[in-house]
Structures are given as C-alpha cells and as structure tokens.
C-alpha cells in the first residue's frame, strides 16, 4: 500500500500544509496564479528550500539522496527543456513494445523520435515531456497544468493515460489545474491553495 | 645591437590604443574605460619593474624570493576574479582562484626548477621569476575563461539544469556539458599557441634569447619546456577551478543554488 504524505510543510508564505494521498488516488490542486502551487510541487520534489515533512510510505524525503528522490516522487513543469536535437535522444527504452503502446496512448506513433524538438508545440512538448518522465517509473506524478495546452480530445486522451499508469505502477499522482470540470472528473480529493493555505474542497 | 625606442615610437603605439578606445566609446562597446585602464597599468607596472629588476635577480634570499611569488600569485588571483561577468562572493571566490593558481603555477614552477632547470641554488631569481610569471599570466587567463563560461551558462541555463535534475540526474550528471564547454574554453589560448607555434607565432621568450645571441637550439629547447608547463599548468588549474566551483552551484540537496557562490 503506497502513501505519499506531507506534514506541515512550509515555504515562501506558505504554513501548515498537510495532506495525504492513497495509491492510484489523485489529488487536485487549483488557486490563483501566484498563490504558490508550482512552488509547492518543487518543495515536494525538493527542488526548493521548505521545512517540515514530506513521505513516500516509511521514506523521510530528507533522508534519501535528493536524485533518488526525484526519480521516485517525479516533478512535470509546465514548461519542459530539451538538449538534444532529435526528440528520440531524449529517450532511453524505445525500442519495448509499451513504450509503443504509450505512444499511441498520447496520440502518436514511433515516427516521432526522429523529430526535432525546435518544432514542437507546446501541448507536445507536455506529452512527450510526462513520457520521458515516466521512464524512471516514478511512485508520484507532481503534474503542473499539464494539460494546458491540449485541446479537449487530447485532454481526455492524457487523462485516461495518467490514471491508467497510476492503476498500473500502484503510483498516485498530484494535478495543478484551473479546469474545474476535469479536477472533479479525475480527482479523489481537491484543495485550493490561498494566502498560504490549503483549503478541502467538497 | 639593439634599436632604441624614442617617445615619439611609443606616442605612435598609444595613439592606436587611443583610437581604439574612441571607436569603441562610439559603437558603445563599452570596453574603453577599461582599455585605458589597463594600458596605463602596464605602462606604469612594467617601468617600476624594470627598475628593481636588476635588484630582484641579484637577490639571493629564498624569503624574499618566496614573498615575491606570495604577492604575484595574489595579483594574479585578484585578477581573475575582476574579470568575471558575474562576481564571486569574496573571500571564498578569492580562495578559489589564489588556490588553483598555486596548484597550477607555483607547483609546477618547482617542479621545473627541481627537476629540470636544476639552477644553484634552486630558487635563482633569474629563472624562478620569469618561469612563474610566465606561467601565472598564462594560467590565469585560462582559468578565468574556465570560470566565466561555466557560470555563465549555468546562469542561462538555469531551467535546463533543473529539468535534468528533475529527471533524477545528480547534480555531476545535470552539468557534465557545461563543465566540459568550460574545460574548452579555458583551454582555447594555450591550444592556439602551441598549435601556431613556429607556424604563425616565435614565441617571445625564444626570439628574445636567439636576439640576445643564444644558439637556437637551446632557446627552442625552453621554449618547448614552457609549452608543456603551461598547457599542464592550465589544465590543472581549470579543472581544480571547475571542481570547486561546480560543487558550490549546488546545496546539500543537490538543488541549483546561486547565492552561496555570487554576490547579491
């Protein structure tokens, strides 16, 4: 049974922020721009300074090295970067049968690891950023507004995919978004996070 | 015999220095306050020296000796750090510099004279100075390309890096490239002087010695002494540098932080 919990967790101006999330759950997270929910996510990858307590089962987030951590509790920014040239160098298992199948899953097909990553749009550069993600086989997707730039068959498209992953990998998953309809569609729980607190919402 | 320069010979010189400095001023490309700076620095630092260098070599106290190279390496350190676009926190990033020449240059600079040159006694001026002056002077400017590179492109680089450690890279891993782009650039100069070497370029100390009527050979011979001390040197001091300074990028935590290496 994975749980991935936080104990008053503080950063910026941000206190007291508390939550817990079973396995295959999915927790949403809305609130103005600005109100501190990307850097929540990074405190969670602890990729910024925070206090307090952060678990993924028994795991003290402070006590694993932090590159192992972020492979196991892993961060989607809302903007991806790429080094290489080609999209395909950015992948290491490309040749197993699932990563076809994941392909497809997102609505693509093998020929687009020969594609050049300049000319990428940005809703591709989120898909193909959450499959290069997924290749550590992470416990905990932190997914920020990952699906912002899709349209709407391709929203449902990604949604279905997560959700899939999480049932799969017994992984569970926080998503940041603005979309009322999709957190209450996908999401076990739901919170709002203003004047540096985190509010349940029914 | 040697032709002597009047003042209207270096007036000459000057006004191009002169001119330079005007045209940058009007393309504002904002290095002629610093060129006049540095033309009048060597003006002034290369008279006061060829006026006590004839003391300096008839020294034969080792103290006094090793305080001359203490203060030649703490200009030389000084120095790299002036160069940099983004300015070190100050003692450390003196420390740093200070440090990576004294491996680099002070180091080697005994070496040589132990084990090659093989003087009477060891620390004679007329070899010591020069050897490492002529190593500091090359060195620093590798080591202060070295350092601007890397922490320039740290800096523009910044969201790349963290996306690599986001995919469960370690901080070594998420800078591998920047740290090798910065090894090349440190290593340019010395690269392209030994390559032109003969080619393109005599190297000043050899023709100075064939000039002053040493058989060519021998003057190659050192020459070829200095190349290899240099390129040693300055590899050495850009990948102590490097280490360092890519340690200090990161926090405990492997998090890309600047403030503990740069000033607010």
Known sequence: MHTFQTKNLNFLHCHSISFKINVTEILGLSGASGSGKSRLLRALADLDEHEGDVFLDEINQQRQPPHQWRKKVALLSAETHWWFDTLGAHFSQQDSPAFSNDLNALGFSK??????VARLSSGEKQRFGLLRLLQNKPQVLLLDEPTANLDENNSRLFEKFVIQYLFNNKACAVWVGHDVQQLKRICTQRYLLENGELKHVD | MLITLDALDLSMAALLVLLLGGLSAYMKLGVSQQLYIAAARTTVQLLLIGLVLKTLFASTSIIFILFISFIMISVAGWEILSRQQRKLKGWWGFGVSTGSLFVSSFLITLLCLFAVVQADPWYSPQYAIPLLGMLL???????????????QNAWQQRPQIEQ?????????????????EAMRAGMIPIMNSMAAAGLVSLPGMMTG???????????VKYQILIMFM???????GVISVLWFISKRLFDERERLCFKQLLKE
Not at chain 2, 164 to 170: I, S
Not at chain 2, 174 to 179: D, E, F, N, T
Request: glycine fraction near 14%.
């Open chain 1, 111 to 116: 020929k687009c690891m020969q594609w050049r």
């Open chain 2, 230 to 236: 240099i390129s040693s040197g300055t590899g050495l």
């Open chain 2, 164 to 180: 690599r450690l986001m995919l469960g890279q370690t901080a070594s891993e998420a800078i591998s490239g920047l740290r090798r």
């Open chain 2, 209 to 219: 010695q064939i000039l002053a009527g040493a058989a060519p050979v021998e003057a």
């Open chain 2, 137 to 151: 002077g090359n060195t620093m400017t590798g080591i202060a390309l070295g350092i601007d590179r890397l922490i």
